[in-house]
Nanobody
Framework: QVQFVESGGGLVQPGGSLRVSCIAS????????MVWYRQAPGKQREWVAI???????NYADSVKGRFAISRDNAKNTVDLQMSSLKPEDTAVYYC??????????WGKGTLVTVSS
């Protein structure tokens, strides 16, 4: 089971931008679907963005047009570029595969706080 380490979180003002990244413990080239999730305080974890091995992306309605997911199979990394951030984007962000999520195997995540 590939494990992920997330990084890049921090405090950003509303309207600002931030890029979070995750690096895998092994190769992701054979993994079709990679997902960024987030969990806001007091809420359930939710998916935010998906990227497949052929580069197809999909986004939750709440972030569509503001977030962009990308992957680099050579570096075993998956990034999430976040723009026009809102206070409601405040959450711990995780990357994972759907199977990892189903097995409740999560990394520590990276905290993004959007506040003035």
């Amino acid at each position: 089971q590939v494990q992920f380490v997330e990084s890049g979180g921090g405090l950003v003002q509303p309207g600002g931008s931030l890029r979070v990244s995750c690096i895998a413990s092994g190769s992701i080239s054979s993994i079709n679907v990679m997902v960024w999730y987030r969990q806001a305080p007091g809420k359930q974890r939710e998916w935010v963005a998906i990227v497949t091995s052929d580069g197809t992306t999909n986004y939750a309605d709440s972030v569509k047009g503001r977030f962009a997911i990308s992957r680099d199979n050579a570096k075993n990394t998956v990034d999430l570029q976040m723009s026009s951030l809102k206070p409601e984007d405040t959450a711990v962000y995780y990357c994972n595969t759907p199977s990892g999520a189903a097995m409740r195997s999560w990394g520590k995540g990276t905290l993004v706080t959007v506040s003035s």
